[in-house]
C-alpha cells in the first residue's frame, strides 16, 4: 500500500521503518520543519513537504503521527482525498475526522517511543477503530507484517487506556528516577537495581498486582516508613512516599 | 558449610534451596511456628526446632532471616556460639549483633521475594557487610556459587538501597496495580499492558530514566493531564496522578 506519513517525530519514524520493512511504500512525508521532514524523506528514500495542501492525493492511506493538541488543527487543513486517514493518537477520539474525509480509523500502538532506542513492532499492541468495515480490514493488512497483537477499541476504551499507560509507564519511570537519585546521592551504581526492576515487571506476567506486592507499607510498618521518611530529604519525595504507602495499605485490605 | 537457618518464611525458604544447591548442609531450622519449621526441614531433609534455645552450637553459619523487628529479639535469646552470625534484613544496621557473637555480617538479598513465585538467584545482587576480614570470606565463599554478584556495603548505603526498593518496586507494583483496577472496570484484559510495563523496565537498562521518560506529564499538558483526572474516581489515584504528574515535570526542567 501506498503511505503518506504526517509527522516526521520519533514515532513516525519508528512506524515508517516497520511500515517500509512490511513491504508497504512510503510516497511522502509531512512535517512543519523542512529539517525534520527532509530527515526522514532521505531515510524512506522518499519525497516531503511542509505544506500540508501540497499532499498528494492518491496515496492509499494518510497516518497523521504527531503531538494530539496538532492533529485536528492538521486535519482541517488537509484537502480531502478518498484515501484512508488514520491517527495515532491515544486521548483523541475517532471522531475528530468526521467531515473531512469519507474512509478513517485510529491505529494506537501502545508502547513509549525514545529517540535514542528503538523498539521491535512485533509485540507491541496495536489498538484499532475504524468507520468501516471495509477501513477496518484496510487497517488489518496495513499492520498484518507490523504487529503480532491487533486489537480493535472503542475511542471510550482508548483513552483508558492512554490513562493506564501513564501509571504504568510515565510514572513507573519517575520512581525509577526517584531512585536514581537518591542511589546518586549515595555513590551506589545505578545498575545494582536493575535486576529488581525487571523482576517487579516480570511478576506480574504470573501473579496479579496484589499477589505480588510486598514490602513494609502492606503491613503499615510504621518504623521501617518512618525511617524511610526520615532519608528522604525532598519534601515531594516524602509526599510522594507517604501517599503511595497509604494507598498500598488500604487497597490491599479492602480488595 | 554446615548451616542453620532462624526462619521458615519464604526468603529463608528459597535461600534454603539456593544454599542446598549450592553444596551447603542445612542442618537445622527455626521457627517460632512449628508448621513451617516442619515443612522446611522436611523440605530441606533436616531437623527443626522451635526453641531458639535448642539451636546446635556447632554449625558454621547462623542465618537469621525473619521479619525485621523479630531479628534483635531473637539475637538477644540466642546461646552465644563461635559460628558466623548474619542477617538478611536491608533496613537493620549490622551492630545489632554486637556483644552478642564473636563474628557477624549481613548478605541482604537485593529482590523482591513471593510464595508463588521462584527466582533464581544468579542475578540477585546480595550486599554483604562483615564484622572482619575472616568473615567477610566466609560469606564469599558461602555465596560464591549461589549469586553472580555479592557486593560489599555499609549499613548507612544498605537502608538507601531499600529505601529505593520500596521506589523501584513496592510503589512500581502499586501503579501496576492501580492500571489493572482501570481496566478491569472498562473489561480490558490486563495482559495488553505487559508489553508496555516490560519495555519501560528495559528501557532504563540503555537509558537514563530521565532520558527514557516520555508522556503528558513532562510537558505538562493540561489538556491530556485535566481529561486523565476526569477519568479517575478514585480521590487518591487523582492525587497521585496530580502530585507524579507535577514532579515529572519539576525534576525533568531543572536537572
Known sequence: MKIVLIGAGNL???LASALTAASHQIVQIYSRTKESAQALAEKTNTSFTTDIK???SDA???IFSVTDSVVVNLIEQMPFNNGLWLHTAGSLPMNVFEGYCANFGVIYPFQTFSKKRNVGFRNIPFLTEANNELSMEKIND???KVSGSIRPLSSDKRKYMHLTGVF???FVNHLYHISENILNKEDIPFDIILPLIE????????LSP????TGPAIRMDRNIIDKHLSLLDDKNHREI??????????????D
Open 60 to 62: 492509499d492511506i494518510y
Open 210 to 213: 496484589q499477589e505480588a506486592q
Open 168 to 170: 504504568a509507564c510515565n
Open 199 to 206: 523482576e517487579t515487571a516480570n511478576k506480574v506476567k504470573t
Open 142 to 144: 496495513l499492520l498484518a
Open 12 to 14: 513516525a519514524t519508528q
Open 54 to 56: 501540497q499532499i498528494t
Open 241 to 254: 512516599y507517604r501517599l503511595l504507602s497509604e494507598d498500598i495499605f488500604k487497597k490491599n485490605k479492602k
